[in-house]
Nanobody, 119 residues
Framework: QVQLVEFGGGLVQAGGPLRLSCAASRRTLSSYAMGWLRQAPGKAREFVARVSRSGGTSYADSVKGRFTISRDNAKNTVYLQMNSLKPEDTATYYC?????????????WGQGTQVTVSS
């Protein structure tokens, strides 16, 4: 199985940028479709972005045009570049791995990293 660890969360002012990283161990990330999801207090976990094994991307409407997901298979790392952050982006962000580009769910999860956007 793959172990995922997220880095880069923190406190940022509204309008600012932040980049999250997700590093994998035990398995190579190139075998998985990768996603970022988030969960705000009192709310359900929601999809943020996904990158296929070949690099194709998809985004939630709420982050489209502001967030960019990318992967560096040589570094076994997936990134989420977040720009123009809003207070409503405040959440715990999770990196997750899906067994295939067609899998609806995610099999492996990181522990999450907190992102707080102040107004």
């Amino acid at each position: 199985q793959v172990q995922l660890v997220e880095f880069g969360g923190g406190l940022v002012q509204a309008g600012g940028p932040l980049r999250l990283s997700c590093a994998a161990s035990r398995r190579t990330l190139s075998s998985y479709a990768m996603g970022w999801l988030r969960q705000a207090p009192g709310k359900a976990r929601e999809f943020v972005a996904r990158v296929s094994r070949s690099g194709g991307t998809s985004y939630a409407d709420s982050v489209k045009g502001r967030f960019t997901i990318s992967r560096d298979n040589a570094k076994n790392t997936v990134y989420l570049q977040m720009n123009s952050l809003k207070p409503e982006d405040t959440a715990t962000y999770y990196c997750a791995a899906a067994l295939s580009d067609y899998a609806l769910g995610y099999t492996y999860w990181g522990q999450g990293t907190q992102v707080t956007v102040s107004s």
